[in-house]
């Protein structure tokens, strides 16, 4: 079974001087997916986009939208439009204006023809009603919708958005992560979406790319790179996690599990990369994946309740682990379900997880601090 390929970058470089932005990427986006790339600010996120939209050209590697090397094709000739996290809209322009903008430019349709498509992408981002009004009668979210739907009108095989929530509240966030999810299910438009936010990117995307110092390091679906993260990076980034340092792999266990002791305590984990018994290593556990009993248990590890953290449907609680031989403590989601431990603070419980609910890898290096670089 062969899916379509909208986009591909083969080996894709940028370079500003001696700063590689983007660092040999390479990868292959479906037709009508939603792709995310998620990575820290400077990650090189918007170079890459650009790359894509036209307006920045590669150092070296080849880019290809719809099967054709687009290169040297400049961006207007590109069957993609890209949505800036800055609106750029005109605010003294209404509504029905800002939307056909891009239709006027191009020219060859008639103007009832224009405002009939404007009119339908309004009502795709949910907007019907509002032509004649400004923009700056809008609110922030009605503004961003007004941004897509210029872009939706160019009718583009390609939409590639740059944070274009990143400007809005949470609440407004929450609820237009689910709008543009759909509003791509329904178009069949192939999404290239970036962000620095790993909720949205989990929450929208039918694959994640992670990258980081313009390296990718991980492209999976949402679930695989939150319960299998192949870098030390990746583990940290996306979602939270417990991380224990100073670990060492003591014993191997089958389908690729490893024992490792920390602070003179056996952990189980799950082998996030090539590791050989002998190896240092960080353990990363989700705090939503540790079970917690009351009580001193001998199948798990024993620790104290130091903090219980209320947050609605779970409370966060830190327990410090009693038979370590530094000070360790894990913090547990507890969901408020009906048959939820009840913990106090200062009471012995007993932690535990399946061994591949935590993930082991090699420390990354830290990069030496100027202080540590003098003699
Ligand atoms: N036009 C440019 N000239 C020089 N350096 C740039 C330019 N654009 C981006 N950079 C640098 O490239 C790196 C990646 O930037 P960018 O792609 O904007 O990252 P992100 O969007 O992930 O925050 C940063 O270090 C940034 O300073
Ligand atoms: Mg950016």
């Known amino acids: 079974m062969s899916q379509e390929i909208d986009v591909a970058l083969v080996h894709v470089t940028k370079k500003f001087g001696d700063l590689i932005a983007v660092n040999d990427v390479s990868f292959e986006i479906p037709k009508g997916s939603f792709f995310s790339i998620l990575g820290p600010s400077g990650s090189g996120k918007t170079t890459l986009l650009r790359m894509i939209a036209g307006f920045e050209k590669p150092t070296s590697g080849d880019i290809y939208i719809g099967g054709q090397r687009v290169n040297d094709v400049p961006p207007n000739k590109r069957p993609c439009n890209m949505v800036f996290q800055r ?9 029905l204006d800002n939307v056909t903008f891009g239709l006027r430019r ?20 949910g907007l019907e009603g509002l032509e004649k009004r400004k923009i700056h009668q809008l609110s922030g979210g009605q503004q961003q919708r007004v941004a897509l739907a210029r872009s939706l009108v160019l009718e583009p095989t390609v939409l590639l958005l740059d944070e274009p929530l990143g ?19 329904r178009t069949g438009t192939t999404f290239v979406y970036i962000t620095h936010d790993q909720t949205i990117a989990l929450a929208m995307s039918d694959t994640v790319a992670v990258i980081n110092h ?9 679930e695989e790179l939150y319960r299998q993260p192949a870098t030390h990076f990746v583990a940290s980034f996306v979602g939270e996690n417990n991380k224990l340092t100073n670990g060492k792999v003591v014993a191997f266990r089958q389908g690729g599990g490893v024992d490792v002791e920390i602070g003179g305590i056996r952990m189980a984990g799950r082998a996030g990369e090539n590791l050989a018994v002998g190896d ?10 540790i079970t917690l009993r009351p009580g001193r248990h001998d199948d798990g590890i024993v620790g104290k309740v130091s903090e219980i953290n209320f947050d609605g449907s779970h409370s966060l609680v830190i327990v410090d682990l009693l038979e370590s031989d530094r000070p360790l403590s894990l913090n547990v989601k507890v969901q408020h379900t009906e048959n939820a431990p009840d913990v106090k603070v200062g009471e012995v ?10 993930n082991a890898f090699h ?13």
């Not at 420390?363 to 003699?375: D, I, N, S, W, Y």
């Open 363 to 375: 420390p990354v290096a830290q990069p030496r601090t100027e202080a540590e670089g003098l003699p």
């Open 87 to 95: 609106l750029a809209l005109f605010p003294m322009m209404n509504v």
């Open 280 to 289: 240092r290593v960080d353990l990363f556990i989700r705090p939503e994946m």
């Open 106 to 125: 191009r020219g060859g349709i008639s103007k009832a023809e224009m405002e009939r498509r404007a009119k339908d992408a309004l009502a795709r981002v």
């Open 214 to 222: 313009g390296r990718i390091e991980q492209i999976a679906p949402p």
């Open 349 to 358: 419980v007993t932690l535990s997880w399946r061994w591949d609910a935590a």
């Open 167 to 185: 400007s809005l509240d949470l609440k407004l966030r929450q609820s237009m992560k689910l709008e543009l999810k759909h509003l791509q299910a």
